[in-house]
């Protein structure tokens, strides 16, 4: 009996949801260049599906591009899995031209290997520059998985952020939350519990009673909005938080995306597909 009640209230969700999105969430990441900074191939779909579903639809005008620190060579299968990024990202509608993967010695693929955070910073750099990036999305603190390449990637922007921001072309940086472990297991479940403590859902009520403004990185200072409203103002075109939720359809692509890994795709896998949260929603936070 609680099951369906929950059943039921996943539906009301995903229905309130929709009417939200239609009156007051159109999304605001529109007719700019973004990168998606990943530690390997299939994080894309993995974790970020929502996000490139919704990013890349051609009604929003985004150039999307896709940066992979390593070719995920850990049971060399490097080549192999560069090939699925490339397809994957197809599924997307993200050309091949715009898929990079780095392959250097110092970012090997691998749970025990430590990213330096100032070269991960220094590649985000370089990129932005390159191609006239004006957003950057990765991982949080936690990774999600809690793979240590994949936290090093945050703190590798958090260093980007540091050293960078007054010198480059990019004007909004965003993280993936992590949730908990039974949150991320629930699949669209986890839609009533998203919108009860999402903030973005009320980036008004936000603005209104001061809650907005990003969130802190290692080491970072207040932002100029603390001590300048019109910087304030500024910062908030671009909300605190964004919520991307999968039609039906953008799960399907997703969920073709990711058959692209073959070579990654094992039993395990093939269940992270069906009750992962992160297949069908993403929570993104700005952090600058």
Request: with cysteine.
């Amino acid at each position: 009996m609680m099951l369906y009640a929950f059943y039921a209230l996943a539906i009301c969700a995903i229905g309130a949801y929709a009417f939200f999105q239609a009156r007051f969430l159109k999304n605001p990441l529109t007719k700019t260049s973004i990168v998606l900074c990943i530690a390997h191939p299939d994080d894309e779909v993995m974790f970020f599906g929502p996000t490139l579903a919704e990013l890349t639809r051609p009604e929003h005008g985004n150039t999307v591009r896709v940066l992979c620190m390593s070719s995920g060579n850990h049971d060399g299968l490097g080549e192999v899995r560069k090939k699925e990024l490339v397809n994957s990202c197809k599924a997307f509608g993200i050309r091949e031209s715009h898929v990079t993967i780095l392959e250097r010695e110092e970012l090997k693929d691998g749970p025990k290997e430590l990213w330096d955070p100032s070269l991960v910073g220094d590649q985000m750099n370089l990129f932005a520059k390159k191609h006239n990036i004006e957003t950057i999305i990765t991982f949080d603190d936690k990774g999600v998985s809690g793979h240590t390449n994949h936290i090093a990637l945050y703190v590798g922007l958090t260093y980007f952020i540091q050293t960078f921001k007054e010198r480059t072309p990019v004007k909004t940086c965003y993280v993936l939350k992590t949730v908990p472990l039974l949150r991320k297991y629930a699949s669209l479940l986890d839609l009533p519990i998203t919108m009860v403590f999402t903030e973005a859902l009320m980036p008004l009520l936000s603005d209104y009673m001061g809650a907005g403004g990003a969130a802190n990185l290692l080491g970072s200072q207040a932002s100029d909005g603390a001590r300048n409203p019109l910087a304030a103002r500024n910062q908030n075109l671009r909300p605190l938080e964004l919520l991307y939720v999968s039609s039906p359809q953008a799960v399907l692509q997703a969920k073709g995306a990711m058959e692209k890994h073959e070579s990654q795709m094992v039993w395990f896998r093939k269940i992270y597909v069906v009750v992962s949260r992160y297949m069908s929603i993403n929570e993104l936070r700005r952090v600058m």
